[in-house]
């Protein structure tokens, strides 16, 4: 049940988002979309009573209860997509994370940390570094390819569902007991093009640095996760063994399902 109100929550706060920026930046009119805005303010109120009912808390952000308030507040910030997209996803941002944390969690809270393991396989290592860097030339494109306004509405539902994903594998070998950290702190597109063109020089070069420095750290975290993992997988496979049951005589090494391999001699015990 809250896992289904969780992502309906989501679907309803991007969709609130999409609007705050169009008229904002002058695609669209107030008029245009108040109506749809205000129904959606109050749908994503709703919902975040029916998740507290649920037992989690999750506060709302965002104080705009129309778009005429929303005005008020974006006449303030500098012209320009960066600041006011940049603005509305860090807006968010707590909220986003909380919803992410709850989905990871429901995702794996019925597994334990053995069963986490077996069905991690080191290739998903592979796979995971993969998405990460993806997601470092997606970050690339949008910073250095010129219009990056178009560019960024095009390629940000599918560097957030990455985003996701990355972030969901990160969980998963937390859960497991490898200590891997997500480096990259820009959950949007948006977020990075306001961070690369307010604080950061005007420069492709400048921008191609701090992605490289960025994802390089992400990458070197994953790598590491990955020998740590190799580490806990041999650990994992070392058993002991009791006989009578609490008695220990022996220790061995599980080589497949219900297969241990031990010495001989340890049996002679019995």
Known sequence: MIVALIEELLTKIQQLQLIMIAVSTGELKINEKEK???????NITDLMESIEEEGVYIENPNNFKSLSDWRDRWSSLKSGYASKAGYIHDLYTNVLNQIDIILCQHYIKEKSQEELVDEWQISRFEYLIAKIKQLKLTMLSVAT???PVELVKSEDEGYKKLYWEVRLQISILQKIGINTQNSNQFQSLWQWYNYWSFK??????VREEYIENLIDLFTKLAERGRENFNALKARNTVCRI???KGIGIGTGVLVGKNILLTCNHIFSKT
């Not at 749809?36 to 109050?42: A, D, I, N, S, V």
């Open 36 to 42: 749809e805005y205000t129904l959606l303010y109050e």
């Open 242 to 244: 009791e006989s009578p």
């Open 200 to 205: 950061l020089d005007n420069s492709k070069t």
């Open 145 to 147: 390819q010129g219009q």
